[in-house]
């Protein structure tokens, strides 16, 4: 699988878009194709030898992924732990079974590039089943994929085809590929959420959402409140104070403003 992310809650994964939590979810917990076994249809089958129903068990083969797993193209194969054991009277020893690693250049017709990187022997023949590199790696779901490149060299690819900058001297061969691939075609925003890792997506979603201030809770409102209340009650007393005469003498005085009118 791909690194193990930094810990994020439910409530910040559930804002991010529905498109990309579809992507995770099918990388993390989606069906992987049948890998290093023989996967057998069905719950039960008959021993010949017995007659007997038998239970059968398509438990997959635990398989390690290094960090050079994610910067090249394996075709999820990993390394595999498992004992040997030569004579049953011999205690077995511990093994590591390492797929065929080897260096090829590899090329995108979508991309019109040639990359090397190291590959394994079912990855050229699963490009060979595909006919084609850039329909091996747009027909398989992320879950198969695993690397971190080739999940980004499918984000690139969908990028391509849905900004259709591919080509662009060359109008002939530029719809040839667009009709070639166009049913892998993807909406622009949902393609740049493709192949992120949840940390990336995290970043990518802090960066497009507009900060906003940490809610205040009601009761610093309302004391706020309160005491804009109390101020305005205590300046409307003052200028009550301030109109009202002053001494005995005012009162008297039927000139002053306090005084009455005869």
Do not use: C
């Not at 084609?132 to 690139?156: M, V």
């Not at 691939?181 to 949840?198: F, S």
């Amino acid at each position: 699988m791909i690194p193990i992310p930094p810990k994020v809650s439910r409530e910040a994964f559930a804002k991010l878009p529905r498109y990309y939590q579809e992507f995770y979810n099918q990388l993390t917990y989606g069906p992987q194709k049948p890998l290093h076994y023989v996967h057998q249809p069905g719950k039960w089958r008959l021993d010949e030898e017995t007659g007997q129903m038998i239970r059968i068990h398509n438990t997959p083969i635990p398989i390690m992924y290094p960090a050079q797993f994610h910067e090249g193209l394996w075709g999820g194969e990993g390394i595999i732990r498992g004992y040997t054991q030569k004579n049953p009277k011999v205690r077995r020893f511990p093994k590591f079974w390492v797929p065929n690693l080897q260096k090829f250049v590899l090329y995108s017709e979508i991309l019109d590039r040639h990359f090397e990187t190291i590959v394994t022997s079912n990855l050229l023949d699963l490009i060979d089943k595909h006919t084609g590199f850039d329909s091996y790696i747009l027909e398989t779901p992320p879950q198969d994929l695993k690397s971190n490149l080739a999940l980004k060299i499918k984000r690139k690819l969908l990028l391509s085809l849905a900004t259709k900058d591919f080509y662009q001297n060359d109008p002939a061969k530029h719809n040839e590929i667009y009709e070639k691939y166009k049913k892998y075609e993807l909406p622009l925003e949902e393609a740049e959420w493709y192949g992120l890792t949840l940390a990336e997506a995290m970043a990518k979603y802090k960066a497009t959402v507009e900060v906003r201030p940490p809610p205040v809770p009601k009761k610093l409102i309302f004391r706020q409140e309160f005491i804009e209340q109390l101020k305005s009650f205590q300046q409307e007393k003052e200028q009550q104070q301030q109109q009202q005469p002053s001494s005995w003498f005012q009162k008297l005085n039927p000139f002053s403003g306090g005084g009455k009118t005869v």
